[in-house]
């Protein structure tokens, strides 16, 4: 059953052919919907945008994409909008979750059946641009500004999801503000940096809002559920034959949920060769290959290749390949 939260477009959404299980009419404080809807069960949410108080203000949209289930929302922009049509805002609308976006009836018909992934808007995302309204460059002539939640998950056991983490915040703390959050454990204490931090699963949306001073929010996803609240998710494979296969046989259909999403081998010795191999057998894209790596160095250029890759730092050559484009 579906959710209808409707204001200036209220008959056009009553033309809607689906089931619904709750309606609303009128203009509402974000809070308010976080409250009627963080423990309420529905398939899909239809949110006419102009329903939302102050929408144009993006942080507004943001708290709704952290508190409910952002790929749930189908959201209804005012197509006479000038500034909610822009590409700035349209940009902001993917870097804080939302990729279910449309202006007419037909497509949110599309959406209702088609759920769209980061890669379907990533054309819509200009990394120039911030959550909080500024443009340009940072400091460091080499960071691309915009908040960057980056949720890195081990595929295969220990993986080395926690260690990655702690490294790349040291890469990316010479340059800009980083935060490291891990989720439903306590590992990062062992690290003794203030910057990283052990949250419950339920605190992960308050701590973000919480931490405007960051640019970059690096998640330590564990089996958490918090995919979701992530720009970027990158799953981590341990390529060794023995940790492969344990994986599989834990979870057979693992390599058919990860066909489209980044993936990066971690603690990797293969050749070039070797990981064109795994790509082909798999059937899945290889991203980056990050080899073992001493986590008492202060420099690692790899991983700065890895972020250059993921759009965190601006590209210094010409062309990019790879899965996604940012």
């Given at each position: 059953?579906?959710?209808i ?15 619904v ?12 919907l976080?409250?009627?809807f963080?423990?309420?069960f529905?398939?899909k949410?239809?949110?006419d ?6 929408y ?14 952002a ?21 902001k609308?993917?870097s804080?979750g ?5 202006t007419?009836l ?19 995302q ?15 002539g ?8 980056i ?5 295969t ?25 891990e ?36 998640v ?14 990158i ?18 259909k ?8 980044i993936?990066?081998?971690n ?13 082909s ?26 972020l250059t890759?993921l759009?965190?730092f ?8 790879g899965?996604f484009?940012?």
């Open positions: 059953m579906n959710v939260i409707a204001n200036k477009y209220r008959e056009m959404l009553g033309n809607l052919n689906i089931d299980i709750k309606s609303l009419v009128g203009q509402y404080q974000v809070d308010d976080i409250n009627q963080n423990n309420f529905f398939e949410m239809i949110l945008i102009t329903a939302i108080a102050n144009q203000d993006i942080k507004n949209i943001q708290k709704i994409s952290l508190n409910l289930d790929s749930k929302i189908i959201l209804l922009l005012d197509p006479n909008d000038q500034v909610i049509n822009s590409s700035n805002y349209l940009s609308l993917v804080v939302i990729y279910n976006f449309t007419n037909d497509g949110i018909n599309y959406l209702m059946q088609h759920t769209n992934s980061y890669k379907d808007v990533a054309n819509f200009n990394i120039q641009n911030t959550t909080n309204g500024s443009s340009g460059n940072s400091n460091n080499n960071f691309s500004t915009g908040l960057r939640i949720g890195i998950k081990n595929l056991e220990h993986a080395g999801a926690t260690s990655l983490i702690y490294m790349l915040k040291k890469e990316l703390s010479k340059k800009v503000p980083t935060l490291a959050i989720i439903n454990k306590d590992d990062f204490h062992y690290f003794t940096d203030k910057d990283m931090i052990s949250i419950r699963e339920v605190e992960l949306g308050s701590t973000i809002l919480k931490s405007d001073q960051y640019k970059v929010i690096l330590d996803i564990n089996d958490s559920k918090v995919e979701n609240q992530c720009n970027i998710v799953n981590l494979l341990e390529p060794s034959t023995l940790k492969l296969n344990k994986m599989l046989k834990k979870d057979p693992v390599l058919d949920r990860i066909r489209d999403s993936v990066v081998l603690n990797s010795t293969l050749s070039s060769g070797e990981i064109n191999r795994l790509s057998e798999a059937n899945i894209k290889i991203f980056y290959n990050v080899p073992p790596l001493n986590d008492r160095g202060n420099s690692f250029p790899v991983l700065v290749g890895l890759r759009g965190v601006k590209n210094q050559r010409p062309e990019r390949r899965l484009k940012f």
